[in-house]
């Protein structure tokens, strides 16, 4: 282990317990704040990052039994960040003993012997540990073999079943996809570069343009054909929600919380960069990365718009013929790629996210013409944040209805909605992820 890739790990992990920001964003952060551009070291880091986070709660279950009397919560956030690594190498990672006495002599280096010198002996005590199950809850045990908050552990055993549930908990690592950009050449000649480049890929039966990474020589954003767009980096369920959608040439789409622009980039793409799409979200961040993703796919029918869509006068004054509606979310459909999300979350989180999509569903149904539809997704799997935010909608706006989109890669929605589409991790190898479409008569 580098003495800058644990340097990295440590602030990145402090940042996302501080700022409750995700790991890349941490790692980028850290990156540009101590100058390291090295792709070895920050891979070497991400490494570190990612599977600290994942199995955060039994590190610190592990923290506890070793620290005894003293409260993980009352180390320095450095020291604190460091026991985890340290836990999540030791216990679950291919180490000598040799490179644990040798991460320690660097964690000194970092923090210094005297901020260290708080955790020396829980240090040596780690190794021996296991972690306790005696005394607690089904939920709770599973949660510590899972790495999942009980509350998740309990909602999913609720929604699925137990031994459904047990085997979306314990899902590996997913695959990643990307979608070939047709606006920028032949299908057939990108994927060709990809080989030329080391990418070697498999197509996802029914999903157009869709390809799953088998194998690569390098992170795919520092390829040759990232930088001049002719793919970027989606989830098949991501690419299912453009093919839902269906645009035409020539077609108005309202594009709804479209910032960073991977499903708008796919739209325009299914548009041949004819017609015009309106792509508004609220973050100026996200729309600045929207900005350079549009330049780089070459979309050139796409106009952004920035504003609040739980606000009615936020929106533009349009009829779309079609409305894409991809509201922010729980996001437990991510837990995987993304597993900070899963401390950040309570079982309180997923009311107030269904608030929030109401609100911003209801807006929408303003700007659809007669004949036009809305598609609704999340990378959620919860019942309040899909089905019943549509069962809501539905009652309020008897214009609409529910009708069977192609292409059908999913499971049918809950609560009777068998029209509507989910797709699962441990099912479908991709997000978590619930789609509809609505038809406006």
């Not at 795919?220 to 645009?247: C, I």
């Not at 960073?260 to 739209?267: E, Q, V």
């Amino acid at each position: 282990m580098q003495w800058k890739a644990l340097a990295l790990a440590i602030e990145a992990l402090s940042w996302i317990e501080l700022k409750r920001i995700n790991e890349r964003l941490a790692l980028r952060k850290t990156a540009k704040q101590l100058d390291i551009r090295d792709e070895a070291i920050l891979r070497q880091a991400f490494r570190l990052i990612m599977e600290v986070t994942r199995r955060r709660n039994a590190l610190d279950h592990l923290a506890a039994q070793a620290l005894d009397q003293e409260s993980l919560e009352d180390l320095n956030l450095g020291v604190r960040s460091f026991l985890r690594i340290y836990i999540s190498e030791v216990k679950y990672g291919d180490i000598t003993f040799k490179e644990v006495v040798k991460m320690a002599e660097l964690a000194r280096e970092i923090l210094g012997s005297r901020e260290l010198s708080t955790v020396e002996e829980a240090l040596d005590l780690i190794p021996h540990l296991d972690i306790q199950l005696e005394g607690f809850s089904d939920d709770e045990a599973t949660a510590l073999r899972t790495f999942h908050p009980a509350w998740f552990v309990r909602y999913c055993r609720e929604l699925l079943g137990r031994e459904e549930a047990l085997r979306l908990l314990q899902v590996p690592d997913l695959p990643t996809y990307i979608r070939i950009n047709s606006l920028k050449g032949a299908e057939g000649e990108i994927l060709e570069s990809l080989r030329r480049e080391g990418v070697e890929l498999e197509g996802d039966s029914g999903l157009e343009h869709a390809f799953r990474v088998v194998n690569q020589t390098c992170p795919l954003n520092l390829l040759r054909t990232y930088r001049e767009g002719l793919f970027t980096v989606q989830d098949k369920a991501s690419v299912l929600a453009g093919l839902v959608v269906a645009p035409e040439p020539g077609m108005t789409v309202l594009d709804v919380c479209a910032a960073p622009g991977i499903k708008t980039g796919h739209l325009s793409q299914l548009m041949g960069n004819q017609g015009l799409i309106l792509s508004l979200d609220f973050s100026e961040r996200r729309l600045k990365i929207w900005k350079r993703e549009m330049g780089r796919l070459g979309v050139e029918n796409a106009v952004p718009i920035r504003g609040d869509a739980r606000k009615p006068g936020a929106f533009p004054d349009v009829k779309a013929d079609l409305v894409l509606v991809d509201p922010p979310c729980t996001g437990t459909g991510t837990f995987n790629r993304v597993p900070s999300g899963k401390w950040r979350l309570s079982r309180r989180s997923i009311n107030k996210m269904m608030s929030i999509q109401r609100r911003i569903l209801d807006n929408c149904a303003e700007h659809v013409r007669e004949g036009g539809s809305i598609v609704y997704c999340t990378c959620s799997i919860t019942a309040e944040e899909n089905e019943r935010v549509i069962q809501d909608f539905l009652q309020v706006h008897s214009e609409f209805k529910l009708i069977k989109a192609k292409p059908r890669i999913g499971l049918p929605g809950l609560m009777g909605q068998a029209e509507a589409q989910r797709l699962y991790p441990h099912i479908h190898r991709c997000n978590g992820f619930y789609i509809v479409k609505l038809a406006r008569s």
